[in-house]
């Protein structure tokens, strides 16, 4: 599955969800918003989160993510997965990202 295809069915879950928008992430790349602000995004085929600093790293340790770059800057609260087959949790990612973003 592409990561296209894998955000499409994230954002059909998360969507009727109250708070949830659909919109673009940085640039023109297809998001999804709660209260406004990015939490989940498609950007050069990956996967990527907005998630604690210290969820990120841990993820990026892990050896399935990395940090994500814009430009030349590595944004420590935003993790990148390149879609692969296995067993990640994408959904559950996007909930923990959510959550993230509202504060909860």
Request: glycine content about 14%.
């Amino acid at each position: 599955m592409s990561a296209e295809a894998i955000f499409a069915a994230i954002a059909a879950e998360l969507l009727p969800e109250p708070g949830v928008e659909e919109g673009t992430g940085f640039g023109t790349n297809p998001g999804l918003r709660s209260g406004g602000r990015i939490f989940a995004m498609v950007v050069r085929g990956e996967l990527v989160y907005k998630l604690p600093a210290a969820r990120c790293e841990e993820l990026a340790g892990g050896g399935r993510a990395h940090l994500f770059v814009v430009g030349k800057r590595e944004m420590r609260e935003w993790v990148a997965f390149e879609v692969l087959d296995g067993d990640d949790d994408f959904l559950g990612l996007a909930r923990e990202a959510r959550a993230f973003v509202s504060g909860a």
